[in-house]
């Protein structure tokens, strides 16, 4: 009995643990993926919580340092928040819930002037 509970709580720990660095991919209706080379696609910077709809943008996947990160819909700034000030290995959140049913453009602008987008569906 003693060995099946033992057994029982490392599995479940070890469940627990998985899970919890697990990273999952952006699950939104991507409608377009940019690639910098053959070697090297942004779809990895970009992560979403579908449970609590919340996007998850991973800076330290960029090299270059971010200065911006924009929102747009159809060319409209929804979103324009400066970030040069976060440090390069910040994981940063867009709560989804906040806006509403469309397509938008996640912009991430760099200090060298280079910008990564991203077009997602709210729905």
Not at 1 to 27: D, G, H, P, Q, R
Not at 58 to 87: A, G, Q, T, Y
Request: charged residues 25%; contains cysteine.
């Amino acid at each position: 009995m003693k060995v099946f509970v033992i057994c029982f709580l490392i599995t479940t720990f070890s469940s627990f643990i998985s899970i919890a660095n697990s990273k999952n991919s952006i699950n939104l209706k991507e409608t377009a993926d940019l690639f910098l080379d053959d070697d090297f696609s942004f779809r990895n910077i970009f992560f979403t919580d579908t449970e609590n709809n919340i996007l998850f943008i991973d800076f330290e996947v960029i090299e270059d340092h971010l200065i911006k990160v924009n929102l747009r819909s159809d060319n409209d700034l929804v979103m324009n928040d400066n970030v040069s000030n976060l440090s390069s290995d910040t994981i940063y959140e867009i709560d989804l819930n906040a806006i509403k049913e469309g397509v938008y453009t996640i912009e991430l602008v760099t200090d060298s002037g280079f910008k990564i987008q991203k077009e997602i569906i709210i729905d």
